[in-house]
Each structure stands twice: as structure tokens, then as C-alpha cells.
DNA sequence: ATGGTTGCAAACACTTTGCACATGA
DNA sequence: TCATGTGCAAAGTGTTTGCAACCAT
């Protein structure tokens, strides 16, 4: 017999959160994809894959997924916002403004950071954000 | 006689831009805010202080400016851009996400993580953003 | 059965753009 | 003078909301 490592469905549930296609799909994706995800791109992938959607419906869930804490919000400077799931480890990431290929970068340091900034400024923090934009290797010239 | 320390006019000319009141008074509301302003405060400054302006024309100004590297965006996931000076030193923002409130926090080791990535990644590093949200001190009760 | 979800249409907020007019150098 | 900057109106993009219908539990 098999043992699921992983169900979606579940995931859901545990959040008090109806395990409906769509949401089902988009947790998939979220899981299948490097980089983060905008709407558009969620869509895109909803409808390829047999999943009538409404924009409307994304947007609701991407925020419905982000206050159940399941993903995280991240922002590039392209006046939107990407998703990505938020159980991954603490990294961040390099962006090139030329090819827009998204990086991943892992760095022990914010952690401290943030432990310090509690200490010294009485400031609790809940989220960051650390992005480095720049050019990719090939970007170079 | 008196000697000019800072004239925002020779600023502005120093990059090839036309001294104009509206972008002369954009100059010395960043150097007065502490925050970093969205366009919509400064739309208000302008009016305020008897400048007629029209969004359009903020929205410009500001993109201008960023170009000439004078001023720098900076994003606190508010579904807008805020903008501040780019000639202070390096420095983050704790912003309080239950009073808005904006304070600056320096800290000295970005410059070395790019260093680090420029060196392992081959990635070139231009601009970064580190925020931290949470709770202020008199917001977490 | 029924409350959480969705689709649809409309509205919002932020931002950009084209073009004629105005203005700083 | 004349290239640069501005005002105005219109449009573009991302996002939210109200409400009726729908569906997962």
C-alpha cells in the first residue's frame, strides 16, 4: 500500500479551507514552479489545464491562501505581485531586470537580524523582504 | 557673503533636468519628510503650497527622477510606490503594519552580501530592497 | 442542507500615454 | 527660440467588491 507524502487536498483542509479544483490546481502549481507566480501566470496555468477560472477568483484565493499564511507575497518593482509558498526555507532573491530570471539565494543572516532588531527597537517582526535586483551572469555581456 | 550648501535647483540641473517649481518643491518635500512619500503626498504638498499640478505630472516627475538616480521606489506591499531620497546612507525600514508608522534602520551588512554574490553568483547587483514588517513598539500592546 | 466559493459585472486605485500648449534656459 | 515639461483626457493594468448561483462537506 501507499503512504501519501503529500496531498494537497489535505493541506487545504488543514486550514479550515474547502478543497475546491482550482485550489487544488493552484497548489500544485505553486509546488511544480520555481519562481513566484503573478495571477496571470496562475491563470494561464488554470485554463491549460481544463480549469475555467475568473480572475476575480484568483485574486480572492491568492489572498485567502496568503491570510491562511500557505503562501507569501512578493514584489519585484513590476507593479504586481507574486506568490510563493511560504514552507520553504529562508531564502530571497536575484532578480535580473534584463532576461527576468529569478534566482534563489539562502542566507543565514536575517534571522539574526531580526533578533537584534527585536531586541534594540522593540519591533516584532512578522514578514520581510529581501530581493536583490541586478543582472544575471548572461546579462553581463 | 553666504555660501550656498544646497540648492535644489543646481540639483536638478546638475542632471540635465529644467528647474521647474513643481519639481523644485518635490525636491525640498523629500528633504524635509523622513518617510518615504507616495505620489498621492505629494500631490497634496504641491497643492498645499500653491502648486496646481496634475497627477499625471507627479507620476512623471517621479519616474524622471528615478531615472536620473536622484530619488529611489520602494515598495511596503501597499499596492503603490513610495519614493525617498537616494543620497542617504544605507538604510532599511521597520514598517508597522498596524499604524503605518515608518522607522529607518542602518545596518552594514548588505554591501558584503553583494560582495559575496557578486562573487559566488556572478551576479551583478544594482539596486536591493530589505523591509521588515511587524508591529512597533506601542502596537503590539 | 448550508455556508464557503465562484462567476460575472462593475468599480477602484495606481500608473502610463498622446497630443497640444506652456515655459525654462 | 525651442527642446523640455505640463495639463488634460483617455486608456491600461492590477485588484477589489456586491450579489446571485453553485458546490464541497
Redesign the pocket.
Known amino acids: 500500500m501507499s503512504i501519501k507524502i503529500h496531498d494537497c487536498?489535505d493541506e487545504l483542509?488543514e486550514v479550515?479551507?474547502?478543497?475546491?479544483?482550482?485550489?487544488v490546481a493552484v497548489m500544485s502549481f505553486l509546488e511544480k514552479t520555481e519562481k513566484p507566480v503573478?495571477?496571470?501566470s496562475v491563470i494561464d496555468y488554470l485554463n491549460t489545464n481544463g480549469i475555467?477560472?475568473?480572475?476575480?477568483?484568483v485574486?480572492?484565493?491568492m489572498?485567502?491562501l496568503t491570510q491562511k499564511g500557505i503562501i507569501m507575497p512578493i514584489q519585484f518593482y513590476e507593479?504586481?505581485?507574486r506568490y510563493e509558498l511560504s514552507n520553504k526555507d529562508d531564502h530571497h532573491h536575484l532578480v535580473c531586470e534584463n532576461c527576468g530570471k529569478i534566482e534563489d539565494i539562502s542566507d543565514g543572516i536575517i534571522p539574526n537580524l531580526e533578533k537584534e532588531i527585536r531586541a534594540k527597537r522593540k519591533f516584532k517582526v512578522l514578514r520581510h523582504s529581501l530581493e536583490f535586483l541586478g543582472l544575471c551572469k548572461t546579462c553581463q555581456h
Open positions: 487536498k483542509r479550515d479551507l474547502r478543497a475546491t479544483p482550482a485550489r503573478d495571477v496571470n475555467k477560472t475568473n480572475p476575480a477568483t485574486f480572492r484565493m489572498n485567502t507593479g504586481k505581485t
